[in-house]
């Protein structure tokens, strides 16, 4: 079964600092990956996606992400952050033949002043 | 345009209760998905309706969880003698091409 790790559960970091949340998936076989941000008491908001083509996607908010095949990760980097950005981000992979998608346990950003 | 909306955005209720959330998706998607998100964990599919049929629901937890979408707009999920494990926020996403899938607000469902 496809499994999405997300290795920190918490980063914290001060505000103007780059910062690298980190994914990866299972599976070798061809996946769609997604990046979703969920601010406290909201739902899911989609950040980017990678469907295919190049490996370097951006999204919004200044984000983006790479897709690395051959080491299953998608990590997702901002050069400089605001204390907005303080949420909680969640991976997710779609596996071409199944509709749902499966989602890592998440990764708490913290942006301090 | 209107995004995926979900009623009640909380709900409480008694164990043994019998519970009906609802989803109104995004106008024209034809895929309606429900996902359950536990404290301190990702969201977990639970069913999956193409139109009006549940093309999957392998991700149900069991019997007491059912799910309709009798004219393929509309969705409501149903919980029979709720239990406080239970407890979660249940989402709803939908999708038109089956590759982005845009979430609800959810509703926060709480067993006594």
């Known amino acids: 079964a496809q499994s999405v790790t997300q290795l ?106 | 345009g209107a995004g995926v909306s979900q009623t009640p955005s909380n709900k409480v209720t008694e164990k043994g209760k019998y519970v009906e959330l609802r989803c109104d998706p995004i106008s024209g998607h034809t895929a309606l998905y429900w996902y359950r998100q536990s404290l301190g964990q990702g969201p977990e599919f639970l069913i999956y309706f193409q139109g009006t049929g549940a093309a999957d629901d392998s991700g149900l937890p069991n019997d007491r969880f059912f799910a309709v979408r009798p004219e393929g707009s509309v969705s409501t999920l149903k919980i029979q003698r709720t239990e406080r494990g239970d407890s979660a926020v249940y989402l709803c996403a939908s999708s038109l091409n089956q590759d982005t899938q845009y979430f609800g607000p959810g509703t926060r469902l709480t067993v006594l």
Do not use: M
């Open chain 1, 8 to 113: 920190d559960s918490q980063v914290p970091v001060f505000e103007e600092a780059p910062v690298e949340l980190r994914c990866n998936y299972s599976s070798s076989v061809s996946v769609y990956l997604f990046w979703y941000v969920q601010y406290p008491n909201q739902g899911l908001q989609l950040l980017l996606k990678y469907l295919s083509g190049s490996t370097l996607v951006k999204g919004i908010n200044g984000f983006e992400a790479e897709f690395n095949k051959s080491q299953t990760s998608f990590h997702l980097r901002k050069p400089s952050v605001h204390i907005s950005d303080t949420a909680e981000y969640f991976c997710a992979v779609h596996q071409g033949g199944s509709e749902k998608l499966v989602f890592g346990k998440g990764t708490k950003l913290t942006v301090n002043p």
